[in-house]
């Protein structure tokens, strides 16, 4: 049985030599290729009606500009979620809540989905790689421990260059999941560049949510616990839920993913591709629909 407790820091150099390579040349951008724009969109029916979600539901408007919408489909590939948990001294979780919460994603997941694990508090660290092995995760779990302050946005690019990045582009419905309290103390990462990497690669983030450990305390070089998770969470089209209820978190995340997933596409009009691109979705009465609120500049 393998057992991963590396820090995810250490080949981060190189991946981001080969990002900025692929940022002169164009090609970084998975969200926009042949089809034009590609967004990954969340779904579903609030009027218990059994008609399928169909492109004639729905209006695309990037910076007040309507577009028109060249194909929407249903997405129902695997899932890749990453699950990244606040390692840190002063979270107000002790481990077994940790692990017990993150262990109930091995129970949801759905044929052909695979969970990544990561802690986190000044270093990121592998706890599981890539499985669906509820047993090998468990086992995995016993590295979880609590030091340290939190490196939240760090950790957060981190797996995005190093665990979500080589899955791309064959892989479009990825994830990860905050098990914390969205506290940051010390990351050299700016939030702001953390979540247009996030929107730039259609990474959907949720949060399973602990109280502020700082009690809404300012936060001079970034945003206050709970305004990250939200900027992260609804910049990115995800949602948070509360830690406390876990089972049902991993459900709802979990179900989301494999059914109420989307694939929108467009080419758009007057807009600039040097400039953050405001996305909003609305759909017809009857209809919720949620997906990122900006496609970041598509030339750097």
Not at 7 to 25: E, F, P, R, W
Not at 27 to 34: A, I, L, M, S
Not at 182 to 188: E, K
Not at 272 to 285: I, N
């Amino acid at each position: 049985m393998n057992k991963f407790a590396s820090t995810i820091l250490g080949t981060l150099i190189c991946l981001l030599y080969s990002a900025g390579a692929l940022a002169q040349s164009g090609h970084n951008n998975r969200t926009t290729d042949g089809d034009g724009t590609i967004l990954s969109v969340t779904a579903w029916r609030t009027d218990k009606k059994a008609d399928p979600i169909k492109l004639e539901d729905l209006d695309l408007y990037e910076n007040g500009v309507e577009q028109k919408i060249k194909g929407f489909s249903y997405d129902p590939s695997p899932s890749r979620i990453v699950l990244l948990v606040d390692n840190s001294q002063t979270l107000g979780a002790d481990v077994e809540k940790l692990k017990k919460a993150t262990m109930e994603f091995a129970y949801e997941i759905f044929d052909g989905d695979e969970l990544f694990i990561v802690a986190y508090d000044e270093k990121a660290e592998i706890i599981q790689e890539w499985t669906d092995d509820a047993k090998k995760i468990e086992a995995s779990l016993a590295t979880f421990r609590k030091k340290g302050n939190p490196y939240l946005f760090d950790a957060l690019s981190s797996t995005v260059n190093e665990i979500l990045v080589p899955l791309m582009p064959g892989t479009r419905k990825t994830a990860v999941v905050v098990i914390g309290d969205g506290l940051d103390r010390g990351s050299s990462k700016p939030f702001d560049k953390v979540l247009a990497e996030l929107q730039n690669l259609n990474v959907t983030v949720y949060a399973l949510q602990l109280p502020d450990r700082t009690r809404g305390a300012y936060r001079r070089d970034g945003p206050k616990a709970d305004a990250a998770l939200k900027g992260l969470t609804e910049g990115t089209g995800g949602a948070i839920f509360p830690l406390d209820d876990a089972r049902a978190a991993a459900k709802s995340i979990c179900d989301e993913l494999r059914r109420n997933r989307y694939l929108l596409s467009y080419f758009p009009l007057n807009t600039s591709s040097y400039d953050a691109r405001r996305v909003f979705v609305v759909a017809d009465e009857g209809i919720a629909v949620r997906t990122k609120k900006a496609q970041p500049p598509n030339i750097k």
